[in-house]
């Protein structure tokens, strides 16, 4: 007969290759059940972004099957989304959102926005819940990038967020008359983002993006002071002027004490429409040189494509309006790469408070 310690020892051999730990050790391995030769589990992954899912599924497959008695394999891919605490430094909670990721820069232009809304869809169609939080209070863009399906509303005191494309979306753009520029100073600015984060109601969220204001001034210190954010996407160009930027916005969350989830190149490279040939229009590499530098993860390349403005402009993302597009493939894999790194930090914050109940425990036993 086909045992549990038999299955549970070929699980045991497929290794997470962000945690560095066995599957089954990680708790991934749910409802294991054998009858008849018939083996039937649940795999929960930690992400339904998880950028291995589809080896993991085959490689549990494989080993399950090759246990002797064994007639069929049932594993069945799921996610749980753990919640990770954030800086504690914050101000403000957001009851049910279990991770707040910023996308910030340090000059704009680079296209944070294109990659917030990018990375915001991206996890949505991957199957989590996503919110996106236009914090951009001089520029907001999100709302014209995102379009809207159904706009945002109040019941009680509580304001509901908009929704497009599947993502809870608030912004500053539907509170201020359009084409007028907000001219405020610092503690004005401060009270509207306030207002953005404590009168919304998420619901349960599995991330909220949000789309900070560009540089390292009064609105993106008081958004990481407010709010517990598990990390932050630092967006780039390849050009030094960029990087230099991009150093500085990634200095200021270290500061803060807010963890980096990494750096993603935007406008990385050109491939024509016509003849196939890439174009390193503003040079390239920049980005992964500057992480590995720097010695931050580097989160993917994006790649200038007229498609991606245009969606931007129609309110109809390129990964919905053409999700099989190269650049479509982008913006997933530098969503999958993101939610990797919001996993591990969420793994290595159990593990250090685990020590810390251990050290408390033995204290008090000692």
Not at 6 to 16: C, F, G, P, Y
Not at 69 to 90: E, I, L
Not at 344 to 365: H, N, P, S, Y
Request: include cysteine; aromatic fraction near 6%.
């Amino acid at each position: 007969m086909v045992t549990e310690e038999q299955v549970l020892a070929q699980l045991a051999k497929i290794q997470d290759p962000d945690l560095h730990k066995d599957v089954v050790s990680l708790g991934f391995i749910k409802d294991l059940d054998i009858k008849d030769g018939v083996v039937s589990f649940k795999f929960e992954l930690t992400t339904p972004a998880c950028p291995v899912r589809d080896q993991f599924l085959l490689q549990a497959q494989q080993l399950v099957g090759a246990i002797p008695g064994v007639q069929r394999v049932d594993c069945t891919m799921t996610s749980n989304v753990r919640a990770t605490a954030g800086t504690g430094r914050a101000t403000i909670q957001l009851p049910g959102v279990k991770n707040v990721v910023a996308v910030g820069a340090g000059k704009g232009g680079v296209g944070k926005s294109t990659c917030a809304v990018g990375l915001a869809v991206a996890l949505r169609q991957m199957g989590a819940q996503v919110g996106l939080l236009d914090a951009d209070i001089h520029g907001p863009n999100i709302p014209l990038m995102m379009g809207l399906s159904e706009p945002p509303h109040q019941e009680g005191q509580r304001i509901i967020p908009g929704l497009s494309h599947g993502v809870k979306i608030m912004s500053a753009g539907y509170f201020v008359q359009e084409n007028l520029p907000l001219i405020w100073r610092g503690p004005m600015i401060g009270k509207m983002i306030q207002e953005l984060l404590t009168g919304v109601d998420w619901g349960e969220l599995d991330y909220l993006i949000v789309d900070l204001p560009p540089g390292t001034g009064d609105a993106p210190l008081t958004l990481a002071q407010s709010i517990p954010i598990t990390g932050a996407v630092v967006v780039t160009q390849p050009p030094d002027v960029s990087l230099m930027d991009a150093t500085k916005a990634l200095a200021m969350f270290q500061k803060l004490e807010v963890p980096i989830l990494g750096i993603v190149e935007n406008m990385s490279y050109f491939i024509c429409p016509c003849c196939g040939t890439r174009t390193e229009i503003f040079s390239h590499g920049g980005g992964k040189a500057a992480a590995e530098r720097l010695k931050v993860p580097f989160l993917g390349e994006i790649p200038l494509n007229p498609a991606i403005r245009e969606g931007g402009d129609t309110g109809t993302p390129l990964l919905v309006s053409n999700p099989n597009a190269p650049e479509s493939e982008a913006f997933r894999q530098y969503a999958q790469n993101c939610a990797a790194r919001v996993s591990v930090l969420q793994t290595m914050r159990a593990q250090q408070e685990g020590k810390g109940q251990k050290a408390f425990i033995k204290f008090f036993d000692s």
